[in-house]
């Protein structure tokens, strides 16, 4: 077993170190330890305690005078003295003393210009795969020559802050110091913790050193062109789903780059919600879930260990890990051309919304800065249904920079490749959440595939004055009738009210978000009720 010298770690007296150890090892270590049991077809099944899902209030970021004006502070990037991170970060240490320690050293970002060394550190081997599989795993000769990380990660899921102590909000701390290039987690086992803490520094390191838009968003790409499609959207809202198509190559499906070169995947893994995951509809994820693959708080048969994933008794934040080639598809390694299409992805519960509409650049960038959907229940703790909610760049909680940094770079890359923009709304139709019915997944992928092929552009298209929207009267594979949402509702009163409902959460949200955005990216959106 390769190992590692626990003086690098800062552990003063672990009682074993393990260096990127192979997945079977790890699943060995993982099943020896109580951390999990296999699955009918050899996965991994883990519950991470009341810890289902991310827990913002619990994220932090070290504020120092380097970084101090870079950072657009809120609700969102909370700031915690270097004082209190040191002091959490030494009892985290002095707390692995004695314990098993699992090493990953890993890459994020496909492209090797931009590709970041990360060393996570962890408490539980069952996390360590986690990461194994989620992370860019390096060949051997890359491991050899592996050298210093450039940000460390450490997990201790079993050390409990003390918020009275520590100033933390509760026994969990998520944080991120980006001058000492070091993130701590703990109290927290949910695994995605580690996946967006490392996100949210490649957000904040490539539009700073590399002018690279980082995006919340999955890609897959035409296998004769190689030119690229990006999907953006939040938990939920069909990332994973509709980028994973059999006649396109997945890039990934979560954490993306957009260079001067094209797309670039920042994972070697996906990590996929796993509630109602139905072999029919999503063939390549259900069989993704295989030996090596980590599955979290889903329900099982302890006597035949087959998984029900229409089982929600846990949270209806069941995830599956599995590295990106369990995908049959899937580009290795995780790049592709520029983007011919941008796909924006919302879960609209109000139902008003169409299923598809056409954006110009500055909708584009309102789209962009806006985010709307409806929050899943599950994706954070707390939420049992449909919010709607509105998240910065489809991603808010992990862009640490100002909202217009990433948006005008958006926009100039729409400018420069003439990239098309549709936003999709994979959401509720013939009413709100309650009362209507979501769309229907073939729908959306047909909408999708006219969107990829072009042919979309060959409808008449009709502008929505309400949201002030480019809507299709015709898509192949789709009933007209749904492509205007008020035609879909039978009462077409209560349509309008939802309608200026929603169009006035939008205004509000970007008034009170962005007083100083330019007044052409201001008006690109709705106009219902003015």
Same mark, same amino acid.
């Given at each position: 077993?390769?190992?590692?010298?626990?003086?690098?770690?800062?552990?003063?007296?672990?009682?074993?170190?393990?260096?990127?150890?192979?997945?079977?090892?790890?699943?060995?270590?993982?099943?020896?330890?109580?951390?999990?049991?296999?699955?009918?077809?050899?996965?991994?099944?883990?519950?991470?305690?009341?810890?289902?899902?991310?827990?913002?209030?619990?994220?932090?970021?070290?504020?120092?005078?380097?970084?101090?004006?870079?950072?657009?502070?809120?609700?969102?990037?909370?700031?915690?003295?270097?004082?209190?991170?040191?002091?959490?970060?030494?009892?985290?240490?002095?707390?692995?003393?004695?314990?098993?320690?699992?090493?990953?050293?890993?890459?994020?970002?496909?492209?090797?210009?931009?590709?970041?060394?990360?060393?996570?550190?962890?408490?539980?081997?069952?996390?360590?795969?986690?990461?194994?599989?989620?992370?860019?795993?390096?060949?051997?000769?890359?491991?050899?020559?592996?050298?210093?990380?450039?940000?460390?990660?450490?997990?201790?899921?079993?050390?409990?802050?003390?918020?009275?102590?520590?100033?933390?909000?509760?026994?969990?701390?998520?944080?991120?110091?980006?001058?000492?290039?070091?993130?701590?987690?703990?109290?927290?086992?949910? /695994?995605?913790?580690? #996946?967006?803490? +490392?996100?949210?520094?490649?957000? @904040?390191?490539?539009?700073?050193?590399?002018? $690279? %838009? =980082?995006?919340?968003?999955?890609?897959?790409?035409?296998?004769?062109?190689?030119?690229?499609?990006?999907?953006?959207?939040?938990?939920?809202?069909?990332?994973?789903?509709?980028?994973?198509?059999?006649?396109?190559?997945?890039?990934?499906?979560?954490?993306?780059?957009?260079?001067?070169?094209?797309?670039?995947?920042?994972?070697?893994?996906?990590?996929?919600?796993?509630?109602?995951?139905?072999?029919?509809?999503?063939?390549?994820?259900?069989?993704?879930?295989?030996?090596?693959?980590?599955?979290?708080?889903?329900?099982?048969?302890?006597?035949?260990?087959?998984?029900?994933?229409?089982?929600?008794?846990?949270?209806?934040?069941?995830?599956?890990?599995?590295?990106?080639?369990?995908?049959?598809?899937? /580009?290795?390694?995780? #790049?592709?051309? +520029?983007?011919?299409?941008?796909? @924006?992805?919302?879960?609209?519960?109000?139902? $008003? %919304? =169409?299923?598809?509409?056409?954006?110009?650049?500055?909708?584009?960038?309102?789209?962009?800065?806006?985010?709307?959907?409806?929050?899943?229940?599950?994706?954070?703790?707390?939420?049992?249904?449909?919010?709607?909610?509105?998240?910065?760049?489809?991603?808010?909680?992990?862009?640490?920079?100002?909202?217009?940094?990433?948006?005008?770079?958006?926009?100039?890359?729409?400018?420069?490749?003439?990239?098309?923009?549709?936003?999709?709304?994979?959401?509720?139709?013939?009413?709100?959440?309650?009362?209507?019915?979501?769309?229907?997944?073939?729908?959306?992928?047909?909408?999708?595939?006219?969107?990829?092929?072009?042919?979309?552009?060959?409808?008449?298209?009709?502008?929505?004055?309400?949201?002030?929207?480019?809507?299709?009267?015709?898509?192949?594979?789709?009933?007209?009738?749904?492509?205007?949402?008020?035609?879909?509702?039978?009462?077409?009163?209560?349509?309008?009210?939802?309608?200026?409902?929603?169009?006035?959460?939008?205004?509000?949200?970007?008034?009170?978000?962005?007083?100083?955005?330019?007044?052409?990216?201001?008006?690109?959106?709705?106009?219902?009720?003015?």
């Amino acid at each position: 077993m390769k190992t590692l010298d626990p003086a690098k770690l800062e552990i003063k007296d672990p009682k074993a170190v393990y260096r990127n150890l192979s997945p079977a090892q790890l699943v060995e270590f993982a099943l020896r330890r109580g951390e999990g049991e296999l699955n009918s077809t050899g996965a991994i099944v883990v519950n991470t305690g009341k810890y289902t899902g991310r827990s913002p209030k619990d994220k932090f970021i070290v504020d120092t005078p380097g970084i101090h004006d870079d950072i657009a502070w809120g609700k969102v990037n909370r700031p915690i003295e270097r004082e209190k991170f040191d002091s959490i970060k030494k009892k985290v240490l002095d707390y692995m003393n004695g314990k098993e320690v699992f090493v990953f050293d890993g890459m994020a970002g496909a492209d090797p210009k931009y590709a970041k060394k990360f060393r996570v550190i962890n408490e539980q081997a069952a996390q360590n795969l986690f990461i194994h599989q989620l992370l860019i795993r390096p060949t051997e000769e890359e491991l050899e020559n592996y050298g210093e990380p450039d940000y460390t990660v450490l997990v201790a899921p079993g050390y409990k802050c003390d918020p009275e102590v520590d100033g933390t909000y509760s026994e969990a701390a998520i944080m991120i110091d980006y001058e000492a290039h070091y993130i701590v987690i703990c109290g927290s086992g949910y /695994a995605g913790e580690i #996946k967006k803490s +490392i996100f949210s520094t490649m957000n @904040f390191i490539l539009p700073k050193h590399y002018n $690279v %838009l =980082p995006m919340h968003c999955s890609s897959n790409m035409d296998p004769e062109t190689g030119d690229s499609a990006i999907f953006f959207g939040l938990s939920g809202t069909g990332k994973t789903t509709l980028s994973a198509d059999p006649a396109r190559k997945l890039i990934g499906d979560d954490e993306h780059g957009w260079s001067e070169d094209g797309v670039f995947n920042f994972e070697g893994g996906c990590y996929a919600k796993c509630i109602d995951l139905d072999p029919e509809d999503q063939p390549e994820i259900f069989n993704a879930m295989k030996f090596g693959s980590v599955l979290e708080n889903v329900v099982m048969d302890p006597e035949t260990r087959v998984v029900d994933y229409f089982d929600g008794k846990y949270t209806e934040n069941t995830r599956g890990c599995y590295p990106v080639e369990y995908i049959p598809n899937s /580009a290795i390694p995780g #790049k592709g051309g +520029i983007p011919k299409v941008v796909i @924006f992805l919302t879960a609209d519960a109000f139902g $008003v %919304l =169409p299923p598809i509409s056409r954006l110009s650049k500055e909708a584009a960038m309102y789209q962009f800065v806006t985010g709307f959907t409806s929050k899943l229940a599950g994706t954070e703790r707390g939420v049992t249904e449909p919010q709607p909610t509105f998240s910065t760049l489809f991603g808010e909680p992990f862009m640490p920079m100002n909202p217009r940094v990433y948006a005008e770079m958006l926009g100039e890359r729409i400018d420069k490749y003439d990239t098309k923009v549709y936003l999709v709304n994979t959401g509720w139709s013939g009413g709100s959440y309650g009362t209507g019915s979501r769309i229907k997944l073939r729908y959306t992928r047909a909408m999708i595939t006219a969107a990829l092929n072009g042919t979309i552009e060959n409808s008449e298209f009709r502008h929505n004055d309400g949201f002030n929207l480019e809507v299709p009267t015709s898509v192949e594979g789709v009933p007209s009738e749904i492509l205007d949402p008020r035609n879909a509702w039978e009462d077409k009163d209560a349509y309008d009210e939802t309608a200026r409902k929603l169009a006035k959460m939008f205004r509000d949200n970007f008034a009170e978000k962005y007083p100083d955005m330019p007044e052409n990216i201001a008006g690109a959106g709705p106009q219902l009720g003015l």
